[in-house]
C-alpha cells in the first residue's frame, strides 16, 4: 500500500503539470489586421482573432471584427469570412466577402466573390503576412432601391500574424 500512493501522487502531479503548462509558441493565438479603402474614407480594424494563420485556412468571424471608420461611411462584414492561401502563386483568395455600409441613413449590403489579394513580400515561412487588393466590385445584396446595385471598394489589406 505505500508504495500506491507515491505513485498516484507522482501520476497526479505529471497531470496536473500537463494541463497547466503554457501551449507551444507554434499554437498560441493568431490576429489579423483589416483595413478597407473607399473613395475618401477607410475602416480598419485590429487584432481579430483567428483560429489559424497562413498558410492554413483562416476564418474571420464577423462578430470579431469592429471596424475604426473615418470618413462619410462605416463599414461591417455581413457575413464570416474564409481565406485559403496558395504559396506558391503567393495569393489569398476569399470565396465571398460580404461588407454592410451605412452612409447617410441608408444601410446596403455589398458582396463581392473569388476575391484575390496578392501577398506582400516573399517571405512565406514567417509571419506577419500582409496580403493587399483592390479595386473590387461588389453587387448590391440588400437594401432599398436607394442603394446603387454595385459599389467599388479601392483597396483591401490583412495582415495575419
Keep these: 500500500m505505500r508504495l ?4 498516484i501522487a507522482a501520476a497526479a502531479a505529471a497531470l496536473l503539470l500537463i494541463i ?10 493568431h490576429a489579423a489586421d483589416i483595413t478597407l479603402s473607399e473613395r475618401k474614407g477607410t475602416c480598419e ?11 492554413a485556412e483562416v476564418r474571420i468571424d464577423s462578430d470579431d471584427v469592429d471596424f ?23 495569393t489569398a483568395t476569399a470565396d465571398v466577402i460580404r461588407i454592410v455600409g451605412a452612409k447617410l441613413g441608408f444601410t446596403c449590403g455589398y458582396e463581392a ?19 493587399v487588393g483592390g479595386p473590387y466590385t461588389g453587387k448590391k445584396v ?7 446595385g454595385s459599389v467599388q471598394l479601392d483597396r483591401a489589406a490583412f495582415s495575419f500574424r
Design 4 to 7: 500506491r500512493f507515491p505513485l
Design 68 to 90: 475604426d471608420c473615418s470618413g462619410s461611411i462605416d463599414f461591417r462584414l455581413g457575413r464570416d469570412t474564409s481565406i485559403a492561401f496558395d504559396d506558391a502563386e503567393g
Design 142 to 148: 440588400q437594401g432599398s432601391f436607394l442603394c446603387p
Design 113 to 131: 466573390t473569388d476575391v484575390v489579394f496578392q501577398r506582400e513580400g516573399q517571405s512565406r515561412e514567417t509571419l506577419p503576412r500582409k496580403y
Design 20 to 29: 497547466a503548462a503554457p501551449a507551444p509558441a507554434g499554437e498560441a493565438g
Design 45 to 55: 480594424v485590429r487584432d481579430v482573432p483567428v483560429g489559424a494563420a497562413p498558410p
